[in-house]
């Protein structure tokens, strides 16, 4: 693989990679080249219209990818169309009928769907529907090797949606249509999803919570938003352990978050050997974000996407997709976008 081996005490030592262990000196892996990055954005999703006042807004992402295109390296990634989400992968993680119901709602000209914080347009559907493709197609580009990795800058985001209703902002569960197409359609037996959102991802517990081969990790604040997520909840049958909730309280940061991540986190995905990583990646754990009450900083999302990505490459030839989730501030959002993409794709900060 292209990687150098450092010897431990000669180089510095970036945190995020795990020293390995050879003979009686230790050694940790560092990458020596960029990656090929596959990035997923288009103003299609600018059209899902929430209305005036709603958090979850088009400036979002016209933000983000303002600040992106400022970078040196943004050449450089794998710019990646995003395609329409065949009902068969949707019908895998919702229940039947539910993407008719939405399209019905949304071309019909409701304002909300099943709870009044899912505003909805009429054209929600269709972007919808694309965005759980692109992070598809960027499955399909993983798995053809094209790419070493990717992200999928989309909206409406996923996490909250159950099999068979709509809440917290969002309408597909892109990220578990993802887990389940990379399994029926490429074959992956073994899927980890890590969830560093604000708030806990419901949907995607719910969906996979007697599944002992999607193992859900998720960090959130604690109580918030949407009120699950305890320590308690581990799976049930089958799926029992395949459940790792991490709640936060309020006012933690960075300290308790690298906690998590060396003691409880790395080790038990590790002893998983997922054969791809997932993150469902929402950025308002930020300290500057209105939803949450979570001290990360911007540079917080580099050091865990670097432990994502050296868990991908222990375990899974560097596999791994994030998708966005959620992230409030503007600012803040577009810093950490930036910073995520910047690490994903090995690139120096400019």
Known sequence: MPWHIVRHGLTPRPFGYNVQSCGTEAYFLTRDYPMNTSFVYNPLFLNHDTGTGHPERSARLTAAHELLTQQTWYGSLLQTEARIAESIWIDQVHEPHYEKRIRIACRGGESHIDTPDVMVSSESYDVAIKAAGGVLEIADRIMSKEADNGFAMVRPPGHHAEADHAMGFCLFNNIAVAARYLQKKHGLERVLILDWDVHHGNGTQHIFETDPSVFYISLHQSPHYPGTGARSEQGIGKGQGATLNCPMSAGMGEMEYREAFREVIMPKAMAFRPDIV???????????????????????????????????DKCCDGRLISVLEGGYDLDALAQSVTEHLRVLSQNSAD
């Open 278 to 312: 997932l993150i469902s990646a929402g950025f308002d754990a930020h300290a500057a974000d209105p939803l949450g009450s979570i001290a990360l900083s911007t540079s917080s999302y580099g050091w865990m996407t670097q432990m994502m990505m050296e868990l991908a």
